[in-house]
């Protein structure tokens, strides 16, 4: 069982504790304890089951790349399932719980599928749950959803806040260990802006707990002294707890820093990505250990060897009393002569070399260790810990030798390069033979807009060897980087230890010949329960590709995404495949580096930042005076005003009826507004719209479409003419910035030579949509300009000051009623606003929303952008042809109209739709012709493109694009509902009220 | 007439910078020939101050001229003085091609200061705010989270923001947020 030494552990401050619970149990550890070693010291070997086949599982790392010690972290609100208990900090009061359990950890029902491990191989689910094809949906989905799926989902209601940074460096380099902190260092001395970040809260990575000097001190002397160094210049920023997450073109990195998950409920944000932008990047990613493939390589007690060391050192942890080691590199021998120095046991010290190991296996038997040459594991003993492993030859097939009695088993296949965001913007790789292992291909690096590299790989993560290669290689990357953004680099290396290995040898499956029972126990993914025996059927069942093979065995998947797992799975597929690894290649990486939290990348926006809601300056008003909103594009318009216990149908009939009998107000502030002036505007403006806009006097206005090039409508609304040469032209609320930036493409891609200059002033202006018989009278009392029908006809605008305030009023109308738009400046809106209220008391005033507004419209039969038009829709097939001018020569979409197609009479043409029985026809329905098409379905001749029920009329109007419409006036057509009922509406005229126009011109 | 009311009306908040209404301000677009011996001296009379250079900010008293494009100005003035200015340019400009209109009610105007002031700005900005790339006298129109903004950085260490009216209260809230206590990012020295 694990423990807690008696001395040691250099994270610790062993002076105070810090309590904890897991699976409800309440257990004690030190400030400085990740929850890995808390646990361990706690004798908790055992902290969860694997995925498919529930198998007991303990630790096996120490760092980022650990597949099994998932934990759900935290409680209600601040739940979260996944989180690695290697990489999560104690603190007092931490609430942890083992995952993918039932009913507890300790006994676990789903175990049982262990026992049916060979029923269930690699594509097990896709073989077995084909047939018969409809049990998959009401069947078998059903129940592997059940089965499936690691941690519970979080809660909602995150209480934390999160946030975004935006840092801007000369060099970014990733990785806090020796090799970061010497190019940090030499990219800063040679005068370049430099950013270090480094995902955990310690620098200098492993180097304390292996050892060694540099120049003549001891590492960790040479970190603490580097790191004061690097802290004293002004031009370098340092960050902990920030993982490097992902590299992006151009120099572009994500950067995710852990503020306050150590110290939840603080005032902190919990997480913030930094949003770096790089000149270079330095990835001293370091490395990490790759396990054995041996029989029962997962059972609990079975670790990582530099992990047995890390805990020992850093934690004043122990695995248990007995560890054998087993190795095929020289690495492993530095753990045995950790825990022996320590006190601790080792049995045995089994190196799969028949030559044996070089200096540290001389060290490690000076110590008196028995070290076996040429032997391996057969088989671990054990079920929820290690018991005692079967050693065999390494060479044969397994045939157990001699059995010895253990606690833990440290394993070591050598160790793999951090290659990730090397590899995320298309960095190549390189096999090196000699350490078996992928490293980072210096010909052909992540390249930038000049072709030139922009990432350098640094010390181990550039598959450097010992201290002295690892200092040199990282000094020559800071300075190369530093020297690619324009500084000089100057100094040299400082001198690390050498510490001459003998050459490790590839291991991929112990013993080489381990036969099918045993390989079926010889773990490669702990996370995805895949063994050496899945991949091999993978290769036979003819899944060449590694990405293939991937997918099919779940092999590096999840969340840990194969950090253990990669290179041993391709190493077996390879092997299978009968093929060198290079030639079968690595699956693909991409970011993030671990998982982040969705919450870090949402940022800001949440909650009431979640989007910018744009406001009117009466907003204030409706929101006080109970508006039911509507979303228009980012805007939220009063949809109607509810009163009481009234319901949107009856509050949009009553601000209807109370407009046509007397005074409605509409804020109408959202709709576009846009300035188009200079000498070449009129020629512009013929230009934008389909009628002729360059004629219209100063003082009136005129109503207009637009088309795009394509010929088809994008948007309408009133123009006025300012002076001789200025135009206000007034789009619809949607189209207000995108007209613009229309009218400012073909000035600047297309006509840049005429004088024409735009300003979108849609928000300098708050606007009043005064309506019905009294509107003139309301507005009268509150100005002495003259607005009678001689001074101010249809369709002119003027200057006038209202209620104090400088105004414009154009006398136009939507509602189809004596009507006027007021325009002020906006800081005055709200003022205008309430002295129309107050002004209008008298006449019953109410304001109306967006639905009236609409009903209002049709009923008058003007067209809607939006409704009448979806971008198929031609001003001509709206018998619009009185706004498209003939006169001239030319418009955007007067070409595109005369084609073919657009000039075809049998596009649909629109029509006034009135029911027979009264009803509004549902929107968008299908008017039903005779015969079905191709497909099977029922022939069509029209559709529903606006309907409502007219509380003017007391029945439902509609207006709809339909075959030959116009010249059928009079026919009934059938509306098929869904519910399977026939609708039965007449053609007729689309103007339904005031046909003459006799209310909006008196 | 009422006084005018911004957006804002007189919000305010303090926390690792304090962040504030800058209150009604004039403010004129002005498109023209920037390089135009017309403008310059039209701009000298209006607001009494030179053409800036490109992202540059050129602030007097009570008067700002600031580049939007190579053929834009943002003009700031007393707000009860934009008339005036207007008319002004309009004068000097005569029988010139040029744009000079008013946007003072079109704008939310913020000032964003104290010691967190660039830190506030660089959680929501893609802008290089650390002190030797962001110096006083920058101006920049750029993203603030979801919205168009722009902004300027005086003498006294005081960022100057604008942004559209309508979201006047979203960019408040943001910068708001960014400026909680504990939000302290501890670059900027």
Redesign the interface.
Request: proline share 6%.
């Given at each position: 069982m694990s423990t807690r030494l008696a001395t040691g552990g250099r994270r610790l401050d062993r002076g105070r504790a810090q309590e904890f619970t897991f699976n409800g149990k309440r257990m004690q550890g030190h400030p400085g304890d990740t929850l890995a070693s808390a646990l361990l010291a706690n004798g908790q070997m055992l902290m969860g089951r694997s995925f498919k086949y529930h198998r007991p599982r303990g630790v096996v790392a120490s760092g980022a790349e650990e597949p099994n010690a998932l934990v759900g972290l935290g409680e209600g609100t601040r739940f979260e399932p996944n989180q690695r208990a290697t990489t999560t900090e104690l603190f007092d009061g931490l609430v942890a719980v083992s995952q993918n359990h039932w009913p507890s950890l300790e006994t676990d029902i789903g175990a049982v599928n262990t026992h049916f491990a060979r029923f269930l191989p690699a594509g097990f689910y896709y073989k077995m749950f084909i047939h018969p094809r409809p049990f998959w949906k009401h069947v078998y989905e059903p129940f592997i959803r059940q089965s499936a799926g690691l941690g519970k989902a979080p809660n909602p209601g995150d209480p934390d806040r999160y946030e975004h940074f935006y840092y801007f460096c000369d060099v970014l380099v990733v990785g806090g260990g020796v090799a970061g902190l010497q190019s940090a260092l030499a990219a800063a001395e040679a005068g370049a802006k430099v950013m270090l970040i480094e995902q955990t809260a310690h620098w200098g990575g492993r180097a304390p707990v292996d050892g060694g000097e540099v120049d003549g001190h001891p590492v960790e002397d040479w970190i603490d002294a580097t790191i004061a160094k690097l802290q004293d210049m002004p031009n370098v920023t340092l960050r902990t707890r920030c993982m490097g997450a992902g590299v992006y073109d151009h120099g572009y990195a994500l950067g995710y820093e852990r503020v306050a998950d150590h110290t939840p409920g603080s005032d902190a944000p919990r997480h913030r990505l930094w949003r770096i932008r790089a000149g270079q990047i330095v990835t001293a990613t370091g490395a990490i250990e790759r396990p054995l493939s041996f029989a029962g390589n997962d059972i609990p007690g079975v670790m990582l060897a530099s992990a047995v060391r890390d805990y020992a050192v850093d934690y004043g942890v122990s695995i248990g009393d007995r560890t054998v080691v087993v190795t095929n590199n020289d690495d492993a021998y530095r753990t045995a002569i950790t825990l022996k120095k320590l006190g601790l046991e080792i049995p045995a010290i089994l190196d799969a070399r028949q030559q044996g190991g070089g200096a540290l296996a001389e060290e490690a038997r000076a110590l008196g260790i028995r070290i076996e040459n040429g032997k391996g594991i057969a088989k671990v003993k054990g079920g929820k810990h290690v018991t005692g492993v079967a050693i065999c030859a390494q060479a044969g097939e397994g045939a157990a030798l001699e059995e010895i009695a253990c606690e833990a088993v440290a394993m070591s296949g050598g160790w793999s390069p951090v290659v990730h965001l090397w590899s995320h913007c298309g960095g190549k790789l390189i096999w090196d033979e000699a350490q078996a292992h992928f490293r980072p291909d210096p010909e052909n690096p992540p390249r930038g807009a000049q072709g030139e590299g922009f990432v350098l790989p640094a010390g181990s993560a550039n598959g450097a060897g010992d201290l002295a290669g690892v200092l040199n290689d990282a000094h020559a990357a800071g300075q190369a980087a530093a020297k690619a953004t324009g500084a000089k680099p100057k100094g040299k290396a400082p001198q690390g230890s050498a510490s001459p290995e003998a050459p490790m040898q590839p291991v991929w499956l112990m013993p080489q010949g381990a036969g099918y029972k045993l390989r079926l126990k010889a773990w490669l993914d702990y996370q995805n329960d895949v063994k050496v025996s899945d991949v091999q059927l993978a290769a036979r069942e003819g899944y060449e590709s590694v990405e293939h093979a991937k997918r099919y065995t779940t092999l590096g998947m999840a969340t840990d995404q194969g950090k253990l797992s990669n290179i041993n799975g391709l190493a077996i597929l390879s092997d299978a495949l009968g093929q060198p690894i290079p030639q079968t290649g690595t699956t693909t990486f991409r970011p993030p580096y671990t998982p982040i939290s969705l919450s870090s990348i949402a940022g800001e926006a949440t909650k009431a930042n979640f989007q910018p809601i744009r406001k009117t300056p009466m907003q204030g008003w409706h929101e006080a005076n109970g508006a039911d909103f509507e979303p228009v594009g980012q805007w939220r318009r009063p949809y109607c005003f509810p009163k009481g216990e009234e319901g949107r149908h009856e509050a949009v009939n009553r601000e209807i009826t109370q407009t046509r009998d007397s005074l409605g107000v509409l804020d109408a502030s959202t709709l576009g507004k846009i300035i188009v002036k200079g000498p070449d505007a009129g020629r512009f403006m013929d230009m934008l719209y389909t009628n002729m806009m360059s004629t219209l006097k100063p003082g009136r206005c005129r109503y207009g479409l637009m088309c795009n090039e394509n010929g088809f409508l994008m948007d309408d609304g009133v123009v006025a003419r300012l002076d001789e040469d200025t135009f206000l032209c007034h789009t619809t609320t949607g189209g207000a910035e995108s007209i613009h930036g229309h009218m400012e493409e073909w000035l600047q891609t297309e006509w840049w030579d005429w004088k024409v200059y735009t300003a979108n002033v849609t928000e300098q202006y708050a606007q009043v949509g005064v309506a019905g018989p009294n509107s003139r009278k309301v507005i009268e009392k509150l100005t002495d300009d003259d607005i009678s029908a001689d001074a101010l006809a249809f369709m002119g605008w003027t200057g006038i000051t209202v209620a104090g305030i400088p105004a414009r009023v154009f006398r136009i109308s939507f509602a189809g009623e004596l009507s006027f738009e007021l325009s002020v400046p906006a800081s005055h809106g709200r003022a205008l606003w309430d002295a129309l209220m107050e002004a209008g008391s008298e006449y019953g005033v109410m304001p109306y929303g967006t639905e009236a507004m609409h009903v209002m419209r049709a009923e008058k039969g003007f067209i809607m952008i939006g409704d009448e038009t979806d971008g198929t829709v031609i001003p001509q097939d709206l018998n619009m042809q009185w706004a498209i001018s003939k006169k001239k020569e030319d418009y955007l979409g007067k070409r595109a109209q005369e084609r073919s197609h657009m000039a075809d009479p049998n596009r649909w043409k629109l029509v006034g739709l009135e029911t027979l029985d009264g009803s509004a026809l549902p929107d968008g329905a299908y008017a039903t012709a005779e015969g079905h098409n191709a497909n099977g379905q029922r022939n069509v001749q029209g559709r529903v493109t606006s309907t409502y029920h007219s509380p003017t009329l007391g029945r439902g109007i509609a207006m709809g694009l339909v075959l030959h419409g116009p010249n059928r006036m009079g026919e009934v057509l059938e509306f098929p509902t869904v519910d399977g009922g026939i609708i039965k509406a007449k053609i007729v005229d689309q103007v339904f009220y005031d046909k003459d126009g006799e209310k909006q011109n008196g | 007439?009422?006084e005018?009311?911004?957006?804002l009306n007189g919000a305010r908040f303090e926390g690792i910078a304090t962040i504030e209404d800058a209150g009604?301000t004039g403010m004129i677009?002005l498109?023209?020939d920037l390089a135009s011996k017309e403008v310059k001296a039209a701009v000298k009379k209006a607001v009494g101050l030179d053409i800036p250079g490109q992202r540059a900010a050129l602030g007097g008293k009570e008067t700002a001229a600031l580049w939007m494009s190579p053929?834009e100005l943002l003009l700031m003035c007393p707000y009860d003085k934009v008339a005036e200015t207007i008319a002004t340019l309009d004068a000097a400009l005569e029988g010139q091609?040029?744009?000079a209109?008013?946007?003072?009610?079109?704008?939310s105007f913020l000032r964003i200061s104290g010691g967190g002031a660039r830190?506030v700005l660089?959680?929501?900005?893609?802008?290089?705010?650390?002190p030797?790339?962001f110096a006083p006298g920058m101006f920049r129109r750029t993203r603030m989270?979801?919205?168009p903004a722009a902004f300027w950085l005086d003498e006294g260490g005081t960022f100057h923001l604008v942004c559209?009216?309508?979201?006047?209260?979203?960019a408040f809230?943001?910068l708001k947020?960014?400026a909680?206590?504990?939000?302290e990012?501890g670059?900027y020295?």
């Open positions: - | 007439m009422a005018p009311v911004t957006a009604p677009t498109r023209g053929d091609h040029f744009l209109v008013n946007v003072s009610d079109a704008r830190e660089a959680k929501l900005c893609p802008v290089d705010l650390s030797d790339a989270a979801q919205v559209f009216r309508s979201v006047g209260e979203y809230n943001l947020t960014a909680l206590s504990g939000g990012v670059v020295g």
